[in-house]
């Protein structure tokens, strides 16, 4: 029925250059090869042109739709793989012109469709996954990135697998299904990013005058960005010294190399300005050997008389003491 | 001089401000740069920075130094000229960002009121070598240490070049080799009054122009309701006779710096990030 039908319709196309039915007489009737007349051939090399044609027309559609969603190579893959469907098709359309029977092909190409899917299960997934990276579009080439505890650059977002390589140089393949549906923290998709140091002075030393020369130090740094401006502050009293956060923004591509330069220059200046990195201390109270008349004087130890002297010993002198003990 | 000259839409007279007889003229001490085109045994000496083009056999050697900062390139051509230019300040120490930030003291204009103001903006010195009718960059040198900032949200911003300035009402006298001075014109579109402290420009309008004296831009502003103002560089020179720089603008590839928080409509920057 269904051949039935099909010859009906291109007779109804064709008719005109074949005439098969109606036993024609006519140069397009004329039998070239086993049975195919020329009417067949001309049928078949217009179904061609317009197969081309289409193939033309839809591969610039899909390169209009899709530059600069999607990578270049992506764009041209894309392209080809439409293209063959068109070709694919149009060569069905064509066949019964040349007289070529698939239907031999039915059974044996369901089972083997059937078999194909089965073994390309995980690769029909990538693809697909591919394909839905390249609209979500979360990563880009040479962003970095870090997938299940993969750090590197994306190289290559392909229609199967997206290459990074890593710090090291080390090429890994990603495929697109463990892609889209990992988390994945991309360090650039935003145009600047914060990173921050913890620096430590010693008590001794004037907590406002280093946030004023570590500011002055940011300041003239060109990827420390003025805007959001850089927070320096004091975070913690800690067991060694005083604990200062410095935070600064910077564009995302540049930011380690502003972390990488940054920090030692702080350092520097804070020593410039007699300040100095607190070494860790540990006092030790031995017997009663300790620091002098705090432990004479009253049971209230928020309200000293005049006449004693309040424990106002720093870590250092009493480092000393403990020295000459 | 922090006065604003303001006219409105419908009054075109210009509102009088004071104006120094030698407003725009250099002060007689202020030492100049000379840009133009020059040839090989042109050597410069001007405060810390030197240039010089020296035959070396068949080929010249390119030799810069300002302060520490130093660079050497080995140059084969025939013959040819070197031509130093201002540039747009968009190139040290790389190319990070299209867009140039211009902060100011803050400046109200009145409803539907336009504004001339003359800002000063950060000069790089484009050394560029010509041979054969073709001209290519061979160096780039400022005496300003540049700064970058973002403008509007880390998600959705921009970077872009920083540079504080004053705010005249006629073009103000600037060393020639650290600052130009960019008219800014500013067409408040609104029926209130807006303030305005900051400008943001794209490269790919900026034309730099240049005489003895003076390296000077253009660019036009006009303040739309909602609180975003449409920024656009235009050429146009300070006065007549200057020439126009070379320019050095390629759009950037890089993807993550050009999510911009407005939009850029060909040269025209939308500011929707705030004015102030």
Known sequence: ???????????????????????????????????????????????????????????????????????????????????????????????????????????????????????????????????????????????????????????????????????????????????????????????????????????????????????????????????????????????????LVVRIWSPSGYWWDARKDLLWKIFKALRAADIDIPFEQLVIWEGKDTINAADQGPEDEFAYPETATPPKMNRDDAAKQVDRG | MRITRSRTARDKIPVSVPVPENAGEPAEDMPFFNYGAFSFDYAINFSRLSISIEQKLDMYHYHRELGKWKRDTNVSVKEGRMLLHPVEPLYLPEAVTDYLEIRFDEVMIEPRGTSILFLTFPIEIGVFIQASGVTSILDVVSFKTPKYSLYGNANRGVITRWHKSGVFSYPPRVRNYLEGVLRLQIENTTDDWINVSRAVIHEKGMQVYFDEHFVSMAAEMVITPGGTAAVTGVARPLHEGMTRSLRMYEPRRSASFSNAAGSLIDSTFIMDAGLT
Request: avoid cysteine.
């Open chain 1, 1 to 243: 029925m269904a051949d039935l039908n099909l010859s009906v319709i291109y007779d109804s196309i064709f008719g005109g250059l074949s005439g098969s039915d109606d036993g024609g007489t006519g140069f397009f009737d004329t039998i070239l090869i086993n049975g195919i007349t020329y009417g067949d051939i001309v049928g078949a090399g217009i179904i061609l042109i317009g197969t081309l044609i289409v193939a033309k027309v839809f591969s610039g559609i899909v390169n209009r739709m899709f530059t600069g969603k999607i990578e270049k190579n992506n764009i041209i893959f894309v392209q080809k793989l439409v293209r063959w469907v068109i070709y694919f098709i149009g060569f069905l359309v064509m066949s019964p012109l040349l007289h070529i029977d698939f239907s031999g092909l039915m059974v044996a190409g369901g089972i083997v469709a059937v078999a194909v899917g089965f073994a390309s299960q995980n690769t029909l997934s990538n693809f697909v996954a591919g394909l839905l990276i390249m609209f979500e579009r979360p990563v880009s080439i040479s962003d970095n990135i870090k997938i299940n505890g993969t750090q590197g650059y994306v190289e290559d977002i392909g229609l199967m697998s997206t290459t990074l390589r890593t710090y090291e140089g080390i090429y890994v393949r990603v495929p697109n299904e463990t892609m889209f549906t990992s988390d994945i923290t991309n360090y650039v998709a935003h145009v600047a990013r914060r990173f921050q140091y913890l620096v430590s002075i010693r008590y001794s030393d004037d907590a406002a005058k280093a946030i004023e020369v570590i500011r002055g130090v940011i300041d003239k740094h060109p990827y420390a960005l003025k805007s959001p401006s850089p927070d320096v502050y004091v975070d913690e009293l800690g067991a060694h010294g005083v604990n």
